[in-house]
């Protein structure tokens, strides 16, 4: 159990640095079992159809709830706060170093976007639930710490390139069980994964109340016209976020049900 000290620290490393790190949030004797649930969902042909995950997973809703990662999140954005997106993120083995960026709703990267000078507002929250050794020779992740205050668009012309290597860079790493929590405007990358297996974790997004997260929705109203003006087979946003069939839904425990409601496919 995280003690009031705990929270504090992280919270004001996350405003300062931009992220922090949850250890054992998984508890390591389930880890195991959760990674092969999540690899067997991500796996599956009904989720490359659809691209539900936590529709289509059983096993995985039930730690969204953890009360520490809670803690920050309403710390952060507020009472009210809700998810945003969830989706597995696995990298192969021998991928290859990514472009700096910043996540959705930050970033040129879709039709629906924050333009740079970004505001100085926490908007967004992306944690990372790390299900394999995130390390420097697995391909963890990169970032440069305080960056979410530069204000700047990795994808545009006024900061660093965005594929170039960065003086204040840093490799997070984490054992399996671990969560990484970060201001989205904070420029991250993939690192090269030298591994001859794949790394393995789940991305869950965390918006205030206020946001607007219907442009997700690649069948709403807002979604289709902001894509139809922008054209060129551009996502509204990116990653969308697929409805949530109410028998999945009804499944959910009741703590984390408040988080879901507004994609529950009615």
């Not at 920050?72 to 597995?88: H, K, N, Q, S, Y």
């Not at 976007?113 to 639930?129: G, K, N």
């Not at 205030?208 to 109203?221: E, G, M």
Request: glycine share 8%; aromatic share 10%; with cysteine.
């Amino acid at each position: 159990m995280a003690t009031t000290d705990d929270l504090t620290r992280n919270i004001e490393h996350l405003r300062s640095e931009g992220y922090c790190i949850l250890e054992n949030v998984i508890p390591s004797d389930e880890v195991d079992a959760l990674r092969n649930s999540v690899l067997a969902t991500a796996d599956s042909e009904k989720y490359q159809e659809t691209r539900d995950f936590i529709g289509n997973n059983r096993d995985f809703p039930r730690y969204v709830g953890s009360e520490r990662v809670q803690g920050i999140v309403d710390a952060m954005l507020g009472r009210f706060a809700r998810i945003a997106f969830t989706g597995p993120i696995i990298r192969q083995e021998k991928d290859k170093r990514g472009n700096w960026h910043s996540d959705w709703p930050f970033g040129a990267g879709g039709a629906a976007f924050i333009p740079e000078p970004y505001p100085d507002v926490v908007a967004y929250l992306t944690s990372i639930w790390m299900l394999t050794p995130f390390s420097a020779a697995t391909g963890g992740t990169l970032i440069i710490p305080r960056s979410h205050t530069w204000r700047i668009d990795p994808l545009g012309d006024n900061g660093p390139a965005a594929d170039a290597r960065h003086p204040d860079e840093i490799h997070v790493t984490g054992d399996p069980g671990s969560v990484m929590i970060f201001d989205s405007r904070m420029w991250h990358a993939k690192p090269n994964n030298d591994a001859d297996s794949r790394r393995v974790a789940v991305r869950v997004c965390f918006a205030p109340w206020w946001l607007n997260l219907d442009v997700l929705d690649p069948d709403s109203a807002d979604g289709q016209r902001m894509a139809s003006v922008v054209g060129a087979g551009r996502a509204t946003a990116s990653p969308a976020m697929p409805k949530i069939p109410p028998e999945a839904f009804e499944s959910f425990p009741e703590n984390i049900k408040p988080l879901y409601y507004h994609w529950v496919d009615r």
